[in-house]
């Protein structure tokens, strides 16, 4: 094909008057003569400018958005308004037609409802092509952040056979025959036929196979896919999203605290950077959403001013012992305004509870740490007070939980007697115990939930918006 240069590069140039081809689809064919089209370089469209006398009325006709066009011609200043430049169509050639009669996207707002059922078309519209791009720069970022650090990425398994993390509920992974499995005496299903000769599933985590390489890479992040087969429809979680998952050798929970800060704070710089007319966009599409809101519902910050605070003031950090006294002091908790009621100390906070601190109490991020060993992981480290354990939560506005982590229990004996009391087979884990066998020491970690930053950074209410091909109950289409 013909070299073709990108609209982005053409709008971003201080050229012009010079030959060049573009490609991309049809947003709009104003009058014969205007197309607005659009390559996914960026949310601008290219103006280009057609003569109609010249033009075969059969070519014209099929100028219709959604269509494929390539166009040659000449870059000029344009003479309207709205753009720097524009196109003086030479030569257009129909890639691919596009019946405007049956394409589902049209040139107006669409609900992100509908949008959601077309999802294999959501990528042409403004709102998922800067969505997208955001997502991209994030993921860049990630790594970028880590690479720079000396950090090994590491690719932890997907199907596993151990379920010992206990995040969440496991999609499980077989092929032996649905409607006559083989059986055991007692009538269990009998796994040792089945692929891997034991049950297995899709992992909820990466963290238990990342520590193994910590202890010896020192600095490892994984970056992958993770299931939870939880039947939670909320705006928040999805049964298939990607996890950021670091692990450090001879980090205490405050490095972990400082890596986590640190993390979050460059992503969002890069992508205040590198995407600004996207976040420009999405910023301008918050500020319309909250206008439909009453006053009391809206937002006190427009989407760049709490990219901007989040990224320039130091996040919060308290133990939950001090967010429970505050909460259970709150005015909501004693109006009796929240659906769950703060009193006992061991509760496991709800998010209600999350974004009040966050939102209403201190109005920046915080990190909660030092939470009751109950409402735990098993492996997290056992405090002196013997009640609480050294995990930390990072809790965002509008998002709640979008970290979590901990100061691992390097100790092998805390580690076992943990395990023995939360009925963790100790024999299965034998792998993940040797490390502590063999040199054991202080490490750390955390998972960052890579759709919720996305979803922070956008802006967007719905985490289902902000990856390509959402999974959640009842739904896995395309
Ligand atoms: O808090 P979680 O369950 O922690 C772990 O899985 C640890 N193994 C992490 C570690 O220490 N290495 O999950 C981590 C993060 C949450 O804070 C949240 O941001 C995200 O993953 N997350 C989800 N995101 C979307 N949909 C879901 N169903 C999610 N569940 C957790
Ligand atoms: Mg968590």
Redesign the pocket.
């Known amino acids: 094909m013909a070299k073709r240069t990108k609209i982005k590069d053409i709008l971003a140039s201080e050229q012009h008057d010079y030959q060049t081809t573009v490609m991309g689809w049809v947003r709009t064919f104003r009058n014969n003569q205007f197309i607005a089209l659009n390559d996914g370089s960026t949310n601008a469209n290219l103006q280009i400018v057609v003569d109609f006398n010249t033009m075969e009325e059969a070519t014209l006709k099929r100028i219709t958005t959604g269509a494929a066009l390539s166009i040659s011609g000449k870059i000029v200043p344009s003479q309207g308004k709205g753009q720097k430049y524009e196109m003086i169509c030479e030569q257009l050639e129909i890639l691919g037609d596009c019946d405007a009669e049956k394409f589902p996207l049209q040139p107006k707002k669409h609900s992100l409802e509908f949008l959601r059922e077309i999802a294999h078309l959501r990528f042409r519209t403004n709102t998922f092509g800067a969505i997208n791009r955001v997502r991209n720069t994030l993921s860049y970022a990630i790594h970028e952040y880590f690479q720079s650090r000396g950090f090994v990425y590491l690719h932890t398994p997907v199907i596993t056979a151990s379920d010992a993390?206990g995040?969440?509920q496991m999609f499980s992974v077989s092929i032996l025959d649905k409607n006559n499995p083989p059986r055991n005496e007692d009538g269990s299903i009998n796994y040792k036929e089945d692929f891997f000769g034991r049950a297995t599933n899709l992992t909820?985590?990466g963290?238990l196979e990342?520590e193994l390489g910590a202890m010896a890479l020192s600095e490892v992040y994984t970056f992958g896919p993770t299931f939870?087969a939880?039947n939670?429809n909320t705006t928040?979680?999805?049964?298939e999203?990607w996890?950021i998952?670091p692990?450090v050798a001879f980090n205490d929970l405050n490095d972990n605290m400082d890596l986590a800060e640190g993390l979050l704070k460059f992503c969002i710089e890069q992508a205040m950077s590198k995407n600004a007319d996207d976040l420009a966009f999405l910023d301008q599409r918050l500020a319309e959403e909250e206008k439909q809101k009453p006053m009391n519902e809206r937002s006190e910050m427009g989407l760049l001013e709490s990219l901007q605070f989040v990224a320039n003031n130091e996040f919060v950090r308290l133990t939950y012992t001090e967010a429970i006294d505050i909460l259970r002091e709150s005015t909501p908790n004693k109006k009796k305004k929240f659906a769950y009621p703060v009193d006992a100390w061991g509760v496991d906070l709800q998010s209600e509870h999350e974004r009040y601190l966050v939102e209403k109490h201190f109005k920046r991020p915080v990190i909660l740490t030092d939470y009751p060993k109950d409402i735990k992981a098993f492996y997290m480290r056992m405090n002196v007070d013997g009640k609480t354990v050294r995990a930390m939560?990072i809790l965002f506005p509008g998002i709640g939980?979008?970290?979590?982590?901990?100061q691992r229990e390097e100790r092998l004996h805390l580690l076992e007697q943990r395990m023995e009391e939360m009925h963790i087979p100790t024999e299965e884990m034998y792998w993940y115990l040797d490390t502590r066998r063999f040199g054991t020491c202080p490490h750390a970690?955390?998972?960052?939930?890579f759709?919720?930053l996305v979803l922070f950074v956008t802006g967007m209410g719905n985490?289902r918006d902000v990856i390509p091909f959402p999974r959640y109950p009842k739904n896995a289409a395309f």
């Open positions: 993390e995040a969440g909820v985590s963290q990342a939870r939880e939670s928040r979680h999805l049964a999203f996890m998952e692990e939560d939980e979008i970290v979590g982590g901990s970690g955390f998972g960052l939930g759709e919720r985490i």
